[in-house]
């Protein structure tokens, strides 16, 4: 992925659960530059969403957060609304993971393996 800027760190928050967990990223001065959340769906497939993330860069880096606590979860396969994201950070997924595309009602979302990734 992306080299995370050294004045960003991203840790988890708030009490995860089985089925959920959220991630931020902090600037130097600690204040939320991004938010994503995770959410089991059903069996071992979960939702990821991007609350807030001003850069490409921080995006990625809170989807590789999220991957982790996926992992940890051992859940195996992510999905997130292609709607809800830049086209550019839809390219940048496209190049560091294998995306799959899904139509639901006609709404897309991309789909990968959390094994697949080296994070």
Known sequence: MSALPASIAVRACEPGTPDDAAVVALDGDGS????????????????????????????????DALEREARTRGLERLELDAVALSDSTVAALRQWRPIADELRASHPYLTWSTTSVNS
């Open 32 to 63: 939320i530059v991004g938010r994503g959340t995770l959410s089991r769906l059903y069996g071992l497939r979960a939702e990821v969403r991007i609350d807030i993330a001003p850069t490409t860069t921080i995006t990625l880096t809170l989807i």
